[in-house]
């Protein structure tokens, strides 16, 4: 199989003769700056990222200059990585929100559900419309429907919102092409169409239980009405043309099709010469499969809203600015990484494990937990903790290398707090108090990595 273009070629002698233990005070030190800096003086992730690679590097021994080389390299090949696939998602998730696309795959689910069909509707509708948006996108859309329907339909806010929020949470944090696991995808080299595929089959059981079920006794422990002063109100200059339903719906999944697709016939075929797969290996390429469904939306989107030429570029130009901060940081998250890699931090970690007797999934998911507790970043958490563990996928297969791109976008997720941005959204829209937000939000983040993280390792013992 073709794995995603690798965030790196294979790793050069070490830059520094440090001992273990040397390197072992550099990573504590270099992840510490990060954290201090993140959570302490509120310093931006990017420059925290950078100024704890530098620290990194010092304490290491290693040469300032070649330091600097590693973190550049790192974040150049980042970029080029997951750079335009960042780009071409927000694109598409611009056009889904602006058209009104979003709104009709919502109202479609809605007008056929109701009563206990409700919180399984908004994991759909969550699930659906945050595919190809960032997080904090999907949230600012939903949280308005969340809001009308509860308040409309006299639900319970929580078992409402903890469903839509469960949806967007799992794909966030297990499937791409969100831009964690795409950078974790690149650090270990591992095939996209088959993480796609068992991301999907990890997610739906996940999404199950921290979402519709989990919402029930959150119902029970924080019942608060839908805030009026959050709640939306008719827009009098909304002229009403929209995109249908089915082309939304096939315009979203067009990306996943193709690059399942993709997968299924590497699997079936797995001859490099053939044509079939060859066609196949270019339409499910990432890049292609995200720009077809770009390409369609000005078609399928943009023509039955009603959009000109000119709102067509102005949609897709303020589609990119948002995206600066979350690629700036996601490519400093890759120059962590490098430098981890030159100093020899990974060969540390692969000696130590043979050691340890920890399996690389449980190493992962442990890792990416303790930088998301401390960072309060899922994507700093999943290419950093990504970084730390790729030399343990040296010799996997690919579902287990898949897998271990899963383990870590499960740690990922652990019980987000208040260095967290996503919790102070949630709590704000949903005017909660801290200790609410924490018996809900943090406790279904929660959920949603331990019980993928266990479905992570049943996989791993029948495949």
Known sequence: MVPLTPLTDAAPPPITSAGHAQLLIAVLVGIAV????????????????TLGSLALGAVAGAPLDKVVDSFTKGLGSTVASVGVLIALGSILGKMLADSGGADQIVDTILARASGRAMPWAMVLIAAVVGLPLFFEVGIVLLIPVVLLVAKRGNYSLMRIG?????GLSVMHGLIPPHPGPLAAIGAVHADLGVTLAL?????????????PIFSRYAARWVDVPAPDRMVPQPNAEETGRRPGFGATLVTVL???????IKALVDIVIDDPKNMTQRVADVIGTPVIALLAAVILALFTLGRPAGFTRERLSS????????????????AAGGGFKQTLVDIGVGQMI???????SIPALVLGWLIAVAIRLATGSATVATVSAAGLVAPLASGMSSSHTALLVLAVGAGSL???????????????????????TVKTWSLME???????????LLLSLVI
Do not use: R
Not at 199 to 211: D, M, N, R, S
Not at 315 to 330: D, F, K, M, N, T
Not at 350 to 356: A, E, G, L, P, T
């Open 414 to 436: 652990f019980f987000s707090h208040v260095n967290d941005a996503g919790f102070w959204l949630v709590k704000e829209y949903f005017g909660l108090s801290v200790g609410q």
């Open 199 to 211: 991301g999907i089959l990890v997610a739906i059981p996940t999404v199950v239980i921290a979402g």
């Open 350 to 356: 692969v000696d130590f494990s043979k050691h340890w």
């Open 446 to 456: 929660t959920i949603i990595s331990v019980v993928a993280f266990v479905l992570v």
């Open 34 to 49: 990060i954290v201090v800096l993140i959570t302490a003086f509120k310093v931006h992730a990017f420059l925290s990222l």
């Open 162 to 166: 903890i469903p839509a929020l469960a």
């Open 254 to 260: 067009l990306p996943v099709a193709l690059m399942l």
């Open 315 to 330: 949609v897709v130009e303020s589609s990119l600015a948002p995206i600066a901060g979350v690629l700036l940081i996601v």
